[in-house]
């Protein structure tokens, strides 16, 4: 069925708890199981090294190579369309990567061979999560009027993260029970089914048709604007976020295996902490920022949580306490963080070409993850074993490498005081296109 009205706030609010389950059920539970990765590398033979560009993989190649679904919508035309071509892809890549698991328990070749062939794989995988998020973002902003987006996208964020949580508990309950590299095919077995059902999902959202734009034209006005100043603000913003993060959730998992004997079963529940306290935070700051405004929220999530990172290194002297109390401040980030991020971008980029700008960016901020992440797993190779007695504790490798990814992490915040200084222009809505349902 297609009409040129828009959709109602009932349809919407309808849409918002499909988008989120959609969410849960194509990315929630193979977040859920990314604490499995530094395990699995290490099971095939991998090293410092090797976590290192597993972390840059997880966490920048969906931005390098988000710039597919901007092609993908001018293929598919339609949001809902390409999207189902991103899933089915992504579930075909996940039976391969159980086949690859089951066959290396199995067999007695080169532990080198399959760990090669699980990072690609991954990465692969990696680079369709990146083309899903660019056509959510860009479904979002098509489908939604910008002064719903904070409710539109907090109720769906909120249903992914009460579906996540509910995934990191029965993956915590599983995970040993699920030991060994069988044991983790059948949890990426898992992972596989659901992207399988998110599809159908997918079929009852309502969708709009893509504006997607070409990358290259001789036409002015059907390509992307590389002049356009807030997109290089955002794109330093991002890059000053995530670098220090990334580098930081690199190495996190290990150092909790390594420092405090950790087992995974704890490691994950201790993650879902965050997703806990996202349920809250997007319920109030999806509100708050439809009426203030998306900047100003995303400034100061973003200072307290950079600054949190802190608390990894006190862990040097107050054991896991710290480490708690960043997962419980650190709730602030995640879904809520993306989620004003989300909304920032399409405030400022115009809706001709949306999808554009936004795998544009996310691609160059991709470049700098992956180059930045793993320099970060060459400099923990290099520093490794280092360790002083200070102030009656053992401060090593693990802690000056925390402090360091704090410090880069707060630069973020100068993009965005610029940004505030820059006057916006005032981008018109799409009015009267199809809404198909």
């Known amino acids: 069925?297609?009409?040129?009205?828009?959709?109602?706030?009932?349809?919407?609010?309808?849409?918002?708890?499909?988008?989120?389950?959609?969410?849960?059920?194509?990315?929630?539970?193979?977040?859920?199981?990314?604490?499995?990765?530094?395990?699995?590398?290490?099971?095939?033979?991998?090293?410092?090294?090797?976590?290192?560009?597993?972390?840059?993989?997880?966490?920048?190649?969906?931005?390098?190579?988000?710039?597919?679904?901007?092609?993908?919508?001018?293929?598919?035309?339609?949001?809902?369309?390409?999207?189902?071509?991103?899933?089915?892809?992504?579930?075909?890549?996940?039976?391969?990567?159980?086949?690859?698991?089951?066959?290396?328990?199995?067999?007695s070749t080169t532990a080198a061979?399959?760990?090669?062939?699980?990072?690609?794989?991954?990465?692969?995988?990696?680079?369709?999560?990146?083309?899903?998020?660019?056509?959510?973002?860009?479904?979002?902003?098509?489908?939604?009027?910008?002064?719903?987006?904070?409710?539109?996208?907090?109720?769906?964020?909120?249903?992914?993260?009460?579906?996540?949580?509910?995934?990191?508990l029965f993956f915590a309950r599983i995970s040993t029970l699920a030991s060994g590299l069988v044991g983790y095919a059948a949890l990426m077995g898992l992972v596989c089914l659901n992207t399988l059902v998110a599809i159908g999902l997918c079929y009852t959202v309502p969708d709009r048709p893509s504006l997607a734009v070409k990358f290259v034209s001789k036409k002015p006005d059907e390509h992307v604007n590389y002049k356009y100043g807030p997109m290089?603000?955002?794109?330093?913003?991002?890059?000053?976020?995530?670098?220090?993060?990334?580098?930081?959730?690199?190495?996190?998992?290990?150092?909790?295996?390594?420092?405090?004997?950790?087992?995974?079963?704890?490691?994950?529940?201790?993650g879902m902490i965050i997703n806990v306290v996202n349920i809250f935070m997007l319920y109030f700051v999806g509100r708050i920022s439809d009426r203030t405004g998306t900047r100003r929220p995303l400034a100061v999530i973003s200072a307290i949580c950079a600054t949190s990172m802190s608390l990894w290194v006190f862990s040097a002297w107050w054991g896991l306490w710290p480490v708690i109390a960043f997962q419980i401040i650190n709730g602030m980030a995640g879904s809520t963080h993306w989620m004003l991020l989300t909304n920032l971008s399409l405030e400022v980029y115009p809706a001709k070409g949306r999808p554009n700008f936004l795998s544009f960016s996310r691609t160059l901020v991709g470049l700098v993850l992956m180059g930045g992440a793993t320099i970060a797993g060459y400099l923990m190779s290099g520093i490794r074993g280092w360790s002083i007695m200070l102030w009656g504790a053992e401060f090593n490798h693990y802690h000056i490498f925390f402090l360091g990814c704090t410090l880069f992490t707060l630069g973020?915040?100068?993009?965005?005081?610029?940004?505030?200084?820059?006057?916006?222009?005032?981008?018109?809505?799409p009015v009267g296109e199809g809404v198909e349902g």
């Open 1 to 107: 069925m297609t009409t040129t009205s828009p959709p109602s706030r009932k349809v919407l609010n309808w849409a918002r708890i499909k988008l989120g389950v959609v969410g849960v059920l194509c990315a929630g539970d193979e977040s859920a199981f990314s604490p499995f990765h530094t395990v699995i590398v290490r099971a095939l033979g991998g090293g410092d090294v090797a976590l290192g560009v597993i972390g840059a993989i997880m966490q920048s190649v969906a931005q390098l190579f988000s710039w597919i679904g901007a092609i993908f919508l001018r293929l598919a035309r339609f949001n809902r369309k390409g999207m189902v071509w991103a899933l089915a892809g992504g579930a075909l890549i996940q039976a391969v990567i159980i086949i690859l698991l089951v066959t290396a328990a199995k067999t």
């Open 113 to 168: 061979l399959w760990l090669y062939g699980y990072i690609s794989l991954i990465t692969f995988m990696c680079v369709l999560t990146g083309v899903q998020q660019t056509i959510i973002a860009s479904w979002i902003g098509d489908l939604v009027p910008v002064h719903q987006r904070g409710w539109f996208v907090s109720g769906m964020a909120i249903t992914s993260n009460i579906g996540l949580v509910l995934f990191q």
């Open 232 to 270: 290089w603000l955002l794109i330093w913003f991002e890059c000053a976020w995530r670098v220090g993060r990334v580098a930081l959730s690199s190495f996190s998992t290990a150092y909790l295996l390594d420092y405090f004997g950790m087992k995974m079963s704890k490691i994950i529940l201790l």
């Open 412 to 429: 973020c915040l100068v993009p965005l005081w610029f940004l505030g200084k820059m006057k916006m222009p005032q981008h018109d809505e």
